[in-house]
């Protein structure tokens, strides 16, 4: 068990917020297929947490890089998610989780500022920072659980104006340095994913909604969806790292964005039935990533020739 722990590493929670969206995507299908993923993104859970407690350095030396304290932003993102699999079960327990875990990405976004921002060193930016900021946006998809409109709002709001900032940024680190170390490469499939949940917080959200504003969103995520797909499926031929955590997430939101995009369009009195053709390649697509990375993870941790 001991060799388990010590191969655990802060992308682990990006596989469990990944896992546990996965459950949300596919909840129209079958609520029971929403409780297995669930439980198996719970199982990551109890990993990530028997890691804080028994290997506390390691993880507080990963979070001195900032690639390890970027990507961290998916453990209190999971959280946000946990909370509404929990708010049948234990009630107003599961809204502490939710307000606890929306205090942590607050403190993360603070942390991260000032360690790595201030002081911006673009040779270390990677695709990872929008989960730092962007990540804020899983308050605004959860927020209904809660009747927390007010709170839904800002955490899109904020996440929103941030994505046109990093998107410059970001975008300008891969064109103007190119160097990209192997084990970081994945993390570029991240560009997929902050449109896209800017997107879902929106519908989930914001009111009244603009139909200009949900298809200029849904073109702007539909487009970083295509080059974190190709991203990926080019990176699928690299070895593993656990920066594969990026082919989670992403393209899960990606398909939750589009499924609530047709919802939406529909309800402002454009509807859009192509779109039932984009949400299940979509769907697909995220149900065999998820899969496939969850197995790799697995194989990873308890492959004792891995070191």
């Known amino acids: 068990m001991k060799h388990v722990i010590k191969k655990i ?75 509404t ?11 502490y989780l939710w307000v606890s875990a929306i205090g942590l990405h607050l403190v993360l976004i603070c942390y991260f500022t000032v360690k790595f921002m201030i002081k911006l060193q673009m040779p270390k930016v990677f695709a990872s920072y929008y989960i730092v900021y962007v990540g804020i946006a899983v308050a605004a998809i959860t927020a209904p659980a809660y009747e927390k409109p007010q709170v839904g709002s800002l955490a899109f709001w ?28 994945p993390l570029i499939c991240i560009y997929a994913a902050p449109a896209s949940l800017c997107l879902a917080g929106y519908i989930q959200s914001v009111t009244p909604k603009s ?11 539909s487009v970083l969806y295509l080059f974190g797909l190709v991203k990926a499926l080019q990176c699928l031929k690299m070895p593993f790292f656990p920066s594969y955590a990026a082919f989670t997430f992403p393209f899960v939101i990606s ?14 009195g454009h509807p859009l ?11 697909a697509i995220a149900v065999c990533l998820v899969v496939y990375t969850y197995i790799r993870f697995v194989g990873f941790l308890f492959g004792k020739g891995e070191k």
Do not use: H
């Open 255 to 268: 398909a939750i964005a589009a499924k609530q995009t047709m919802v939406c369009a529909a309800n402002l």
């Open 273 to 283: 039935p192509v779109l039932r053709f984009v949400v299940l390649a979509e769907t």
């Open 9 to 83: 590493s802060i992308p682990v929670c990006g596989v469990m917020l990944g896992t546990a969206a996965l459950g949300n995507l596919l909840q129209s299908y079958s609520e029971k297929i929403r409780y297995v993923c669930g439980g198996f993104a719970a199982l990551l859970l109890v990993g990530v947490l028997l890691k804080l407690i028994l290997d506390v350095r390691a993880v507080k030396e990963e979070l001195k890089t900032p690639v390890g304290a970027s990507v961290a932003g998916t453990f209190s993102m999971a959280l946000m998610i946990f909370s």
């Open 211 to 221: 139909y200009g504003f949900l298809m200029a969103m849904f073109a702007l995520s």
């Open 85 to 95: 699999y929990l708010k049948p079960f234990i009630g107003k327990g599961a809204y």
């Open 158 to 185: 904020f996440g929103f104006l941030t994505l046109l900032l990093l998107l410059v940024l970001v975008t300008y680190r891969y064109m103007a340095y190119k160097e990209v170390p192997d084990p970081a490469k």
